[in-house]
């Protein structure tokens, strides 16, 4: 549980909510943290930026970046 709680998805603005629904469909599910970072819009676009260009870099296989994102998890305690 995080000790910041994040904003309803109703207020999080037009853009903040195109994102949440973006990243509902790509996992299937919504982490708690979008939902958190969504509290400061800049913050959230800059976020969403870095997560989209990360998924289209080639010069990383996607199953090398999933295991380093699973072994990142793991270090700082995050269930993932």
């Given at each position: 549980?995080?000790?910041?709680?994040?904003?309803?998805?109703?207020?999080?603005?037009?853009?903040?909510?195109?994102?949440?629904?973006?990243?509902?469909?790509?996992?299937?599910?919504?982490p708690?943290?979008?939902?958190?970072?969504?509290?400061v819009?800049?913050?959230?676009?800059?976020?969403?930026?870095?997560?989209?260009?990360?998924?289209?870099s080639?010069?990383?296989?996607a199953?090398?970046?999933r295991?380093?994102?699973?072994?990142?998890?793991?270090?700082?305690?995050?269930?993932?």
């Amino acid at each position: 549980m995080a000790r910041i709680e994040g904003i309803a998805e109703r207020n999080a603005g037009v853009i903040g909510r195109y994102l949440i629904n973006a990243v509902r469909r790509r996992t299937g599910k919504l982490p708690a943290t979008w939902l958190i970072v969504a509290r400061v819009p800049a913050v959230h676009r800059a976020w969403a930026m870095k997560e989209y260009f990360l998924d289209k870099s080639r010069l990383v296989d996607a199953r090398t970046k999933r295991l380093a994102s699973l072994k990142t998890s793991l270090l700082i305690g995050c269930p993932s």
